[in-house]
């Protein structure tokens, strides 16, 4: 990938810091850790990939439980995030 294109962004010192100690928990350059997060989040995919991609999950035979199960199932309660 030729990188072209340079932007400056302001952030706070905790979230810089915080995206420091992830990229070198990863082994990767914190510019390398944002170009990941822009592509995860907003995507070079045009909207017809996308959609056929939604299609393909929406098709599976997955066992998935109604929302209020799967919340109880996934997330602990409060008395045991303390």
């Known amino acids: 990938m030729e990188l072209e294109k340079k932007t400056t962004i302001l952030l706070t010192p905790q979230l810089h810091a915080h995206l420091v100690r992830v990229a070198h928990q990863q082994g990767i350059s914190l510019g390398e850790l944002i170009r990941r997060a822009c592509e995860q989040t907003y995507g070079l995919v045009d909207p017809t990939s996308r959609r056929a991609a939604i299609a393909a999950l929406a098709g599976l035979d997955l066992p ?10 996934s997330v602990a309660p409060f ?4």
């Not at 998935?64 to 199932?73: G, L, N, R, V, Y």
């Open 79 to 82: 008395k045991d995030l303390a």
């Open 64 to 73: 998935i439980s109604d929302p209020a199960t799967m919340k109880f199932e």
